[in-house]
């Protein structure tokens, strides 16, 4: 195809701007709910919503065709990563059957202002991240667990996002496509 | 350098979206007198030309006006039955309205979920392993090129034959698709696509293809 790369970021805002809107965000659910698990729940309920659209936008900026492997999987969302975040996580702890890996983000613009009170300690800050791989790999047939195993928000040095496959969707492939 | 209309199609088969652009009005209006030279006859709801094609009047052209009174199926919208109407000798000369039958939306739903099967079938049917469905139909009127996004979204282009980019014009129209409708918070997905954004925003690119027979994106 003619797209250039050039293409891909029009757009830019400021990542404060995000940094702040998802902070109102889950502000508010931290106020509405109980229950901190309830609220890291929702969070990846909201992230998967939000998967099952960007993947389309993903697909239509890009132009990239269907993964094979999971580690062309994982050079895919890292180049999301860059293209909605605007920071590129590595790859790396790859499990000895290829079939588990995580990103490591040094910095994670969602949490950059932010520190954790004590009492919500408990808090998945960035599930959202997790939901939205889930739902955007979902609607490419490709069913994945994740999950967040490091968190800067508690103390770790990175954040690190852990990603899991567990199958194929094959009968969710469209016709021409399997 | 035409495009007839764009349609989308959601994973499930359902017509999603549909847009007639640019389909040339064909209708032809002339007086008869008694008897009527050319035979007409009543099916699928329309009173159309059986034969005797003549002055811009075609086999399958529908009747669309008597005297300048709308038809509506085979009545006039007085009352009257057609048929009847052009047997009476004393309502004659009489002045008849022919055009091009227009698709109902109920047809348009009707065709394009007609057309998943098809697609289903081409790649099944193909010699070689992991193919794709149908890319291009052609007939000698128009072309059908057809886009499978990987999460099974069809988008389709009725187009003229000789029109070029519609290669770079469909994945333009699945751009606006991602932008304008999986961006609108309002919209729920595989539902039918009604944000004025998408419309107005696909009318431009489709005029700035007519026009220049590419995209400079």
Redesign the interface.
């Given at each position: 195809m003619s797209r250039s790369t050039a293409r891909i970021d029009v757009k830019k805002v400021n990542s404060e701007l995000v940094t702040l809107t998802y902070g109102a965000l889950v502000a508010q659910m931290v106020k509405d709910f109980d229950n901190v698990d309830d609220v890291s729940k929702q969070l990846e309920r909201l992230g998967y919503n939000m998967g099952i659209r960007l993947i389309e936008d993903y697909l239509a900026k890009t132009a990239t065709g269907r993964c094979l492997d999971l580690k062309d999987t994982a050079d895919k969302i890292q180049s999301a990563f860059r293209m909605y975040l605007g920071v590129q996580p590595n790859v790396a702890n790859w499990s000895p059957a290829g079939d588990e890996f995580s990103f490591i983000l040094d910095t994670n613009p969602i949490t950059e202002l932010v520190e954790l009170p004590e009492e919500i300690k408990g808090l998945k800050y960035c599930n959202i991240i997790c939901g939205v791989i889930r739902g955007a790999l979902e609607m490419v047939q490709l069913d994945v667990q994740c999950w967040i195993v490091q968190d800067q928000l508690k103390g770790d040095a990175n954040t690190e996002i852990r990603v899991k496959f567990i199958r194929r969707l094959e009968d969710a492939i469209p016709a021409g496509e399997d | 350098m035409v495009i007839y209309g764009v349609y989308i199609v959601s994973?499930s088969g359902g017509l999603i979206f549909n847009l007639d652009h640019n389909v040339p009005k064909i209708e032809t209006e002339k007086t008869f007198s008694y008897p009527l030279d050319i035979k007409l006859h009543y099916e699928n709801k329309r009173v159309s030309v059986e034969f005797g094609q003549r002055d811009g009047i075609h086999v399958g052209h529908v009747l669309q006006a008597i005297n300048g009174m709308p038809v509506s199926g085979r009545q006039l919208d007085d009352g009257r039955d057609v048929m009847e109407v052009l047997q009476n000798k004393e309502n004659f000369p009489i002045n008849l309205q022919f055009g091009r039958p227009k698709m109902t939306t109920n047809e348009k739903i009707f065709l394009a979920s007609m057309f998943y099967p098809l697609?289903?079938i081409?790649?099944?049917l193909s010699p070689e392993p992991?193919?794709?469905?149908i890319e291009v139909l052609e007939a000698d009127t128009f072309k059908l090129h057809c886009f499978?996004?990987?999460?099974?979204?069809k988008m389709m282009v009725l187009a003229d034959r000789i029109q070029a980019g519609i290669?770079?014009l469909l994945?333009r129209i699945?751009?606006l698709?991602?932008?304008y409708a999986?961006?609108n918070p309002f919209y729920s997905?595989e539902m039918p696509i009604r944000c004025e954004l998408f419309d107005t925003n696909l009318k431009l690119v489709l005029e700035q293809v007519e026009k220049t027979g590419t995209l400079t994106?």
């Open positions: - | 994973k697609f289903a081409a790649s099944q992991k193919s794709s469905g499978q996004t990987l999460t099974g979204v290669d770079i994945r699945y751009e698709y991602s932008d999986l961006k997905l994106v």
